[in-house]
């Protein structure tokens, strides 16, 4: 089921922990104390920690993922304060609180600093996803870029019996009025063996999608240039190999490989927004190489929960990813030294390689147990070029990212529990290196409109670093069991999109190791709240504010091409939630819902901070119902999402964003065969544009889209 552990957000570096156990809707309020959820980095549970978690298990996510078909739809169709998502490969825009999240597995971040690629939510096939963690609010639980909060796949567990197991996956998806184009397929397959200490998990997944239709029955419009989830083909393979050194004592190691790769068979059809068309696609041959997605993951880990009387955990993991992006002919990538006429064509590809380690040890003080302390440290190295794939030419050079992070925490207990205090500090030493390197030609224009004016600019490298101390604080009071009332502040950080800032160089004689928007974006947020789970009712009411001084936001150039400003940003919101588990046995009915309010100033004149910020940089309002019922082999689970309109202190009214609503439905029954499953997104196959063609790049005919119409989604799970 989903669960919400309603705490503050706080920025604990704590240790990392391998396994964890998801808490049901039924459970009763203290069963909380048995969760432990790793993203928190301890284990002690979340009722002792300061933090806003949300667990989606594996039955939720199961039915989100057969919903809609990606562990990142699946966040964001549960979370209201998870942004809508774009329905594409890319995820730029979507936030969570207002900021980016960090995606991670098994607490790997899946994220490139150094230049964002935006596709860190498509890494892993969700049907190696045992459960997903989410962390609110800024933080530093696992180093650089939760702003917004880290979103925590936590991969399949090792067989609990000696012998063998298995597990698999049947899907069929169809598009209503199941036309065979719009059709799509999956299979997959896990297998299991354990053998007294050693086990071993494996697995394979493939899966092929066909076009997407929206609510009026026509094809969606292709991103070509971003990349598309619709009308793509995907593979992956997992593995997980574990040795159980003694009864405390564990050593695994865990793959993973994804690759998913667009088809191509689709060509966008320009949309018309004056009369209210948006893009489409039909089919065609498209120009260069097509949109790929590929990730691959090694890890190492040696955890010992009872070790001189404390846990203690090291990490070890290699990651890559290679983004290719869409072709087009634009102007920022004409050379009169390759093509004189003006019409090149080429595309983008993201190249980056991670090592990284972390190291942590966790005890009770001995003759003091209820304070619980932790020390560690993390390191992470990472190297990211982009470059064009026709021509061979570097848009981004090839950057050298460095984090050294020694941490502390300590967690005190008074008065038996009723109050609880958290604190803790982290030490970030970041350093950058980049070469010396020449932008591409269009950058050193003296006039765009003359291409003879195009030379490259050159820029001297450098090594410019930053460090600074992370602070965080909460505390818990809890009167009575189920009822609490906290408040904490933490603080989180990153760096802005270096990728974009270094290709956009214009200017001559520029000193990286001083340019001043290289610098780190540091965010915090502070929080209050209450919650209350006890007999029938789990409900949650929490209000939160995020600031940071130097902050990082898109801005769409004339080109098309967003870049990176350097501006203030203050974001805060409201968040409740409530769950009553009915009389009648098997019911639950909840509600959530969040309301953010951002803003920036991009007017260096003053120091008011009073311009919204836009529908590429802040979610809308919403609120989310839904009704659960399992009894027995059946379950059900129907759910409406209502975006809530949203309107914006710019001088347009073209970027207001109009709402709409969502109805998706679930059914499952369990039998000797396997369980059998139909999933429908948008029910009412309700027509509507997405969140961020309606508000960002308002004057686009090519970026246009509409929403995915009515879908059904057929499944049969077996294990034996």
Known sequence: MFVRVSLPALAVALAWSGGAAAQSAGAE????????????????????????IDVVDTEALQQQVQ????????????????????EKLSGSGESLRGRSPLYAINGIPQSTPVRDGSRDGYTIDPFFIDRVEVIYGSNALQGIGATGGVVNQVTVGAPAEDG??????????AADGFDGAAMGGKIGALLGYRAGPFDATVGATFEQRGA?????????????????????DSWSVFGRFGYQLSPSARFEVIANRFELQGNGNY???????????????????????????????????????????????????????????????TDTFQDPAIDPTGNLFDQSANLSRKLGGKISYERAV???????????????????????????????????????????????????GAVRLAGGLRYEDVKLD??????????????????????????????????????????????????????????????????????????DDVDIDNYLALEPVISNNREIGLEWKRWAIDAGVSYFWSSSDLGSILVLGQDGIFSVSRQPIQIEGLEANIAWRTPLPGLTLSAAYSDIEGQTDSNDEDELVNNDLDGANISPDRLNLSADYRNGPFSARLQSRFYLSRTFNDASVDTDFEGYTLLDAYLAYQTGAGEFALAVQNLADEYYLTYDSDTVRTSDNNRFYAGRGRTFTLSWRGAF
């Open 67 to 86: 919903i809609s078909g990606s562990t990142v739809d699946a966040v964001s169709a549960l979370l209201p304060s998870f942004s809508p998502t774009r």
């Open 164 to 173: 063998v197991a298995a597990r698999t996956l049947l899907q069929a998806s």
């Open 29 to 52: 309020a203290d069963s909380d104390a048995e969760i432990i959820v790793s993203a928190t980095r301890t284990q002690l549970p979340p009722s002792a920690l300061p933090l806003t």
């Open 434 to 507: 980049v070469g010396d390197y020449r932008t591409l030609a269009s950058y050193g224009a003296d006039d765009p409109d003359d291409l003879s004016t195009y030379e490259p600019v050159a820029v001297g490298g450098g090594s410019p670093s930053f460090n600074d101390v992370l602070w965080n604080g909460g505390v818990i009071v809890e009167p009575i069991a189920g009822l609490r009332a906290y408040g904490s502040y933490a603080e989180g950080y990153t760096i802005a999109d270096v990728g974009r800032i270094l290709r956009g160089i214009t200017e």
């Open 267 to 329: 060509v966008l059809v320009p949309g018309n927004r004056t009369e209210g068309i948006p893009a489409s696609s039909e089919r065609g041959v498209i120009q260069g190489d097509p949109p790929t997605n590929r990730a691959e993951l090694l890890s190492a880990a040696l955890t010992d929960d009872d070790l001189g009387g404390g846990a203690f955990a090291v990490q070890a993991f290699f990651s890559r990813t290679r983004d290719v992006f869409g072709g087009l002919v």
């Open 212 to 232: 997407y239709r929206d609510g009026h029955g026509n094809n969606i419009g292709v991103d070509g240039t971003q990349g598309e989830v619709q009308d793509s």
């Open 366 to 416: 001995p003759g003091f147990e209820d304070l619980t302390v932790t020390a560690g440290f993390d390191a992470l190295f990472d190297r990211t070029e982009q470059y064009l794939v026709q021509t061979g030419r570097a848009w981004v050079p090839e950057t050298d990212f460095r984090s050294f992070a020694p941490f502390a925490q300590a967690n005190l207990a008074l008065f038996g």
